[in-house]
């Protein structure tokens, strides 16, 4: 039976052909959306790390400054910055407050990359004041957080991510190690160490993995900095975090900003909720995977309904060999059968092109983002999704294939 679908199959190749193209094309366009809808929703489901609930960020806006001018100022700026945390924490409406470089779901990123032998490992970074952990109720797992003891230390204390100490170290205990050892430095960084007086960056904690882009984001490597606004290359934080108390009205937000404005009058404020910040960002995620789903879901309807009218006329143009295989005593079944088969034949070979042509995307660093996982997922589901179109296309056809009476092969005589 196979044998003898794959020979009616050859012997109308011509229009075949075409319906096999308009397949492959039709798969390459439901695996491209499927990888960015099965990126997404693994990145989803993966922990966030923090706890934004009841969180403001305050962004800061001072007048900028460079060379011997900001070093100048920066003392000053620095106990203005100060004044303005001990003014935030005097409310009775706040938990908890701290200064960070970039807070979650803000669009800006601090990122480094260093080669670990010979593969080069990139990571995220921040810099923050010590309450940090007690706003974002970030969990650490092993070590400790930032706190008075690190003051005046030799090294610069810093705190990892899960995912930055498996990429870093492996399994060794990170607590205590060098995130970038000088040794591993390239020979330039080096040199620019020795003339500047490297300081050692040392762990002294590792948290859970922080996706400060949010749920959508990819789970990447973090690294958190300590400002303790104690030391010369320490900065006055962009932006404050807020933890408030649940239930806090939104009218303390202007009885905020006039405090805030009084402690530092050259200073600009603006005060939005994380909750906001979050479904903004997320938006940027979403409206592309709509507008690609939209653009998908348009073009399996025209492919559906184009299958459905080359299939019709197929019928159409083979009545005489329907009929007469009606007359030799073919069931209705195995007429159904026979043209959902030639169906399955024709899906079959334009999706083993489509899938030769997507295995070779890792290889080529097309759509680097996704995990070989995600492709495999992207991959089985455009499969399911392409012969399921094609099964549901080729019903009506093959059920008028049936209604052919044996008789009407004699027209064609």
Sequence with gaps: MIKHICKLVWNRKRINFLITLEIFISFLVVFAVLVMTVYYADNYRQPLGFDYQDVWNVQIGVIDRSGPQEKAERPQQIEKFKRVLAAVREFGEVESVAGAGNVPYSNGNWTNCTDIKGKPVCYWGNSVTDDFKDVFRVNVVRGRWFGREDDGASYKPVVINQRLARERFGTEDVIGKALNPREEKKPGDQEKDQNEKYVEERIIGMIDDFRKNGEFAELKGYAIFRNSLLLEDDRPSRSLAVRVQPGTAVAFEE???????????????????????????????????????????????????????????????????????????ATKRRIHNQILGELLVITTCGALVGVLVVVQFPLLDVMGFASPKVYAYATVISLVLIYGLTAVCGLYPSWMATKVHPAEALHYE
């Design 255 to 329: 009885k905020l900003l006039k405090r805030l404005q009084a402690e530092a009058s050259d200073w600009s404020f603006t005060i939005k909720p994380i909750v906001q910040m979050r479904e903004e960002m997320n938006q940027k995620s979403i409206v592309p995977m709509t507008a690609f789903a939209v653009v998908a879901g348009f073009l399996m309807i025209m492919v559906g309904l184009g299958l459905i009218g080359v299939l019709w006329q197929s019928v159409t143009q083979r009545i005489k060999e329907i009929g007469l295989r009606r007359a030799k005593g």
